[in-house]
C-alpha cells in the first residue's frame, strides 16, 4: 500500500539519516527500486516529474502502475508516491486526485510572497485529502553560475525566509538551495556545498524535515563505461559521497537521486550492446539494466543515506 511521506521522515530526521527519493522514468525503473529497497527493509519515496508523467502516459497510469506493482510484488516497506517538482496548483490538484500520497509545489521561480500564496493554497487543499506537501524556496545553483559571495547570497536559501516561510505555508518539508542542481554537470571545479547555511536553517526550523535535489554523486565509473562504450559524457561531475553523508547529519532528511539511476542504466545498456551485438531483444539488456539500477539503489541506501534494517 502507498503511504504519504509524513513518518518516514519525521523517523529520518530524528534518526539523522537520508530517505531516499528515486525518481521513476518506465516499469523497468521502478522495479528495480521497489526491489532494492524491499532488500534493504528501506522505505522511499519514487519521484515523478511532469516530464517523466508525460512520457509514462499521465499521472494516473504512473500510479496505477505503481500501485498495481507495489500488490504484485508483495512490497511490505513504506513508498510513497510523490510528484517533484510540480508547477503550478493544478497539476498538484490532479496528483492528489489521482493517488499520489505526496506533492512538490515547485514555487521557486516566483517571488517570496508569491511563492507563499501558491504554497498555501497546495497544502491547504493536500492536507484536507491526506497528503503532504513539500515546497522549495531557494534557487538550484546550475554549473554556469560562478559561486561568488554575491550569487550565493542571491540564490541559496536564506535562513530566516525559510523560517518564515515554513511558519506561513505550513509545508510539511522544504527543499533548499546549499549549491547543488539537476544533471551531471554540477560543479566546473571543486564541488562545494554552503554546509554553514543548512547548519543555520535547520537550527532556526528543527522540526522541518529539509530536502536536498540534485544529490547525486555522477560515479566516475559509470561515466567512464558510458564513455567507453561510445558514450560522450566529458567533464561529468556530481556531489561526492562525502558530502551527502555530511548533509544527513546537518538535518537534510529527503535526499534526491534521478541522474545516478539513469547513468547506471545507460552504462549497463550501452556495455551489454556493444558485448552483444547480435541481441535485438529489448527484454535482454532491459534485464541487465534493471539489475545495475537495483545495485545502486542498494549502494546509496546502506553507503550514503545511512540507513540501517
Ligand atoms: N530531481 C529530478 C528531476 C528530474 O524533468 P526531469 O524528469 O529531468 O526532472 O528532482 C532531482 O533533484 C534529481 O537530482 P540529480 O539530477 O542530481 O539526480
Ligand atoms: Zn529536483
Known amino acids: 500500500m502507498l503511504v504519504n511521506a509524513t513518518e518516514m521522515l519525521i523517523k529520518a530526521r530524528d534518526g539523522h539519516y537520508g530517505v531516499p ?31 517523466a508523467g508525460k512520457y509514462m502516459t499521465g499521472f494516473k497510469t504512473v500510479a496505477a502502475m505503481v500501485d498495481a506493482m507495489v500488490d504484485s510484488m508483495g512490497i511490505t516497506v513504506p513508498v510513497a508516491l510523490h510528484l517533484d517538482h510540480g508547477g503550478d496548483f493544478e497539476i498538484c490538484k490532479a496528483c492528489i486526485d489521482g493517488g499520489f ?73 522544504l527543499a533548499i538551495a546549499i549549491g547543488t542542481s539537476h544533471g551531471a554537470y554540477k560543479f566546473k571545479g571543486e564541488p562545494y556545498l554552503d554546509f554553514e547555511r543548512l547548519q543555520e536553517i535547520h537550527r532556526l526550523i528543527p522540526d522541518t524535515p529539509l530536502v536536498l535535489h540534485g544529490a547525486s554523486t555522477v560515479l566516475p565509473e559509470f561515466v567512464a563505461r558510458c564513455n567507453e562504450y561510445g558514450g560522450q559524457i566529458p567533464g561529468a561531475q556530481g556531489v561526492p559521497e562525502e558530502m551527502i553523508r ?64
Open 246 to 309: 555530511a548533509a544527513t547529519k546537518y538535518g537534510i532528511c529527503k535526499v534526491n537521486i534521478d541522474t545516478d539511476l539513469r547513468l547506471a542504466m545507460t552504462a549497463e545498456i550501452r556495455r551489454y550492446l556493444t558485448e552483444h551485438p547480435a541481441d535485438f531483444d529489448p527484454r535482454k539488456y532491459l534485464g541487465p539494466a534493471r539489475d545495475a539500477i537495483r545495485r545502486m539503489v542498494s549502494h546509496k541506501i546502506t553507503d550514503v543515506l545511512g540507513w540501517k534494517k
Open 101 to 173: 500520497t505526496s506533492v512538490m509545489i515547485d514555487g521557486s521561480k516566483h517571488e517570496f510572497e508569491e511563492n507563499i500564496a501558491l504554497t498555501k493554497q497546495v497544502v491547504e487543499y493536500a492536507h484536507a485529502h491526506g497528503v503532504v506537501v513539500e515546497a522549495e524556496l531557494g534557487k538550484l545553483a546550475g554549473v554556469e553560475d560562478n559561486i561568488s559571495v554575491d550569487a550565493r547570497s542571491a540564490t541559496f536559501t536564506d535562513p530566516a525566509e525559510a523560517a518564515e516561510f515554513v511558519e506561513r505555508t505550513g509545508v510539511d518539508s
Open 21 to 51: 527519493q528515486f525518481n521513476i522514468n518506465n516499469l523497468e525503473w521502478t522495479k528495480a527500486v521497489l526491489t532494492a529497497c524491499e532488500e534493504m527493509k528501506s522505505p522511499v519515496i519514487l519521484g515523478v516529474s511532469e516530464g
